[in-house]
């Protein structure tokens, strides 16, 4: 046997080293597909500078992301040609993450942000609401990522409690990527263990076996 095929994936925002659907994936999948995960800085230009360089190390056979990584992955897919799935996406989160920029100038803001959302305990990214990073976040462009030529796929779950906010959206995807990109599974925003096991795994491992 060869070396493995690498399935590089990026977590979500205060998601690391050790999240929970990427090590699930690592147990469920053979041996000869690899899944990578790193932590990445929450500000995205130095978020982009350290993906680019594993996809340049690791020489990944597929994109994996979620949420609010679906976006660094989606950007990828479109720089590096990459075929790419998709967990929860969560493209209108950069809109609202530079829309909150102004107000870490006032004094308290962004510590009580860091706060409600402090990442659990481990390896994870460490979330600093500054205004130098927020206002750094722009949408992807969908129109860009609609045109490159690599396959992709995501998977929206039925009860996810961003999908009432807008902060991902199924109509938005399905404009842009249209009806056969996608699957809805019976779960949450957070891909519940038996659809990892076998909805992400098997897109994920189909896409892989049939990369060069």
């Not at 999240?19 to 995960?37: A, G, Y």
């Not at 390896?123 to 976040?137: D, G, I």
């Not at 462009?141 to 009432?164: C, E, V």
Request: glycine share 10%.
């Amino acid at each position: 046997m060869g070396n493995p095929k690498v399935i590089l994936y990026i977590h979500g925002m205060g998601g690391g080293a050790d999240s929970r659907i990427p090590s699930i994936l690592s147990e469920c999948l053979p041996p000869d597909l690899r899944v990578v995960v790193r932590t990445y800085d929450f500000d995205p230009e130095v978020a982009e500078g350290q993906i680019s360089a594993w996809i340049e190390e690791l020489r990944p056979a597929v994109l994996g992301g979620e949420s609010l990584g679906a976006n660094h992955a989606l950007a990828m897919r479109i720089k590096y040609g990459l075929p790419t799935v998709l967990v929860s996406p969560a493209m209108n989160a950069p809109a609202v993450l530079r829309a909150l920029a102004p107000a870490t100038l006032v004094p308290g803001v962004g510590a009580l942000l860091g706060c409600i959302y402090r990442p659990r305990p481990g390896e994870r990214q460490e979330l600093r609401f500054r205004f130098s990073a927020l206002r750094k976040w722009r949408p992807v462009r969908l129109d860009l990522a609609r045109g490159a030529d690599a396959p992709l796929f995501a998977f929206f779950g039925a009860h996810d409690h961003y999908r009432g906010s807008g902060i991902v959206s199924l109509r938005a995807w399905r404009r842009h990527f249209g009806e056969d990109t996608y699957e809805i599974y019976d779960g949450s925003h957070f891909m519940e263990e038996p659809y990892v096991r076998t909805l992400l795994a098997d897109r994920l491992r189909g896409l892989a076996e049939g990369s060069c």
